[in-house]
């Protein structure tokens, strides 16, 4: 299964496989459906690779495969 991840807006809002991923007051990515497991851990490499480095001046779309 491959996870697809699309910036909505970018530091704040993520669509991860359909689902919607955002930031909380406390700096927390919030999800109001349950991600799996593959989708986790994608989005946390999305985090580190992507959304915390500061050459990235705008996010791109990403997908992640098996």
């Known amino acids: 299964m491959s ?3 699309k910036p909505i807006t970018d530091h704040e ?3 991860v496989n359909g689902h919607l ?3 909380d007051t406390l ?3 919030i999800s109001k459906s349950d ?3 593959k989708e986790r851990l994608a989005f946390s490499q999305y985090t580190k690779i992507v959304i ?3 050459r990235f001046k705008k996010h791109t779309k990403a ?3 098996d």
């Open 52 to 54: 915390q480095n500061p």
């Open 63 to 65: 997908t992640y495969n």
């Open 27 to 29: 700096n927390n990515w």
């Open 3 to 5: 996870v697809t991840i």
């Open 13 to 15: 809002s993520y669509e």
């Open 21 to 23: 991923v955002y930031k």
């Open 35 to 37: 991600l799996s497991e």
